[in-house]
């Protein structure tokens, strides 16, 4: 406060616009230097944006950076908007906006600061080389820290349930039918067992379809 940074103002807007954070150093009122600081982008990460995409799912990048370095940022991976300049309380009021307007959020984060959005997300999703209270606060917990592997868990996760769906739906259609023909005197024991226990054994064989890996 109060030092003149206008000798590397425009050293630092160049630094931001590339995806890094400028620091100003100074002492007793005088600018002393300026250096910046990045987070290095995975090479997977623009990867798994795209699979998300395929997925139907639209992806916010929700950052404390500045608006220039996160803008960078968003450009290189793909994301679709981008809200910097968020302060660590701000996140979970970013994320009951999103939810506000009628959207199903996944919140991914790994740090402290994330905690609050991630336990007021619709899914909460911690990094599992992160801080231990993220991983308290999420409801997933990837084990590794590759970006990948969250289109991969969406993904058995929309199996799981599309599977679960076919048995109830499966379950309930066979009863109410036999139900009806035992009404109508057409059905004996043996419709009656295949409803009861031939319905569960083909619900359990149907289930284990969720555990072959499909890509």
Avoid: Y
Wanted: glycine fraction near 8%; charge should be negative; proline fraction near 3%.
């Amino acid at each position: 406060s109060g030092v003149d940074i206008s000798a590397l103002s425009e050293k630092a807007d160049a630094l931001a616009g590339q995806g890094e954070t400028p620091m100003f150093f100074a002492a007793d009122g005088a600018l002393l230097g300026l250096i910046s600081v990045a987070d290095p982008v995975k090479e997977t990460s623009a990867a798994a944006i795209a699979a998300l995409h395929k997925q139907g799912l639209r992806v916010v990048l929700l950052t404390g950076d500045s608006r220039a370095a996160a803008e960078h940022i968003g450009a290189l991976v793909g994301v679709d908007e981008v809200i910097p300049e968020v302060l660590p309380e701000e996140k979970a009021v970013h994320v009951q906006k999103l939810e506000a307007a009628g959207r199903k959020v996944m919140m991914v984060g790994d740090g402290i600061n994330d905690a609050p959005a991630l336990t007021a997300a619709t899914v909460g999703c911690a990094i599992g080389s992160g801080s231990d209270i993220a991983i308290e606060a999420a409801d997933i917990v990837l084990m590794d820290d590759k970006p990948s592997k969250l289109a991969d868990a969406i993904r058995i996760a929309r199996r799981t349930l599309a599977i679960v769906r076919q048995n109830i739906v499966f379950a309930l259609a066979v009863k109410f039918l036999v139900l009806a023909l035992s009404a109508a005197g057409v059905a004996n024991m043996w419709e009656a067992v295949f409803a009861d226990v031939g319905v569960s054994v083909i619900a359990i064989l149907n289930a284990m379809r969720a555990l072959k890996t499909v890509k």
